[in-house]
């Protein structure tokens, strides 16, 4: 990058309207770089951020009796809550622990 500048400044000793316009050549490659940086921001960061706060507050709000889906596919109520793990029933006396993150949503029956 200083190589490129010092080609755009001018010769050894070069008028200063040689080495304003470098310094201006150096902004210009910098606005592409913000506009990137602005389009992953929109497209990308913000929405995953957002899905994952609501993530957050649908694993706050689980309780005991919720019919939930986890990440695997397995259906199933929820007989236990704790801190990390979750107690589904996913079928007459047969109860599974999983980890609490793996609860991908709550069905509204």
């Known amino acids: 990058m200083f ?3 010092f080609a755009m400044g001018g010769g050894p000793g ?3 309207g040689g080495a304003a316009g470098g310094g ?3 902004f210009q ?3 592409p770089l913000v506009f990137m940086f602005a ?3 929109f497209l990308l960061i913000r929405p995953q951020q957002k899905k994952a706060k609501e993530h957050k507050a649908l694993l706050e709000a689980m309780k005991k009796g919720d ?3 986890t990440a695997g596919g397995v259906h199933g109520k929820v007989t236990a809550v704790d ?3 979750v107690t589904l029933e996913v079928a007459n006396n047969v109860n599974i622990k999983i ?3 793996y609860i991908a949503a709550i069905k509204k029956d």
């Open 83 to 85: 801190n990390e793990l």
């Open 24 to 26: 201006m050549a150096a």
């Open 99 to 101: 980890t609490k993150s």
């Open 39 to 41: 389009i992953f921001y």
């Open 14 to 16: 070069g008028a200063a």
């Open 29 to 31: 490659q910098i606005i």
């Open 3 to 5: 190589g490129l500048a």
């Open 67 to 69: 019919n939930v889906i």
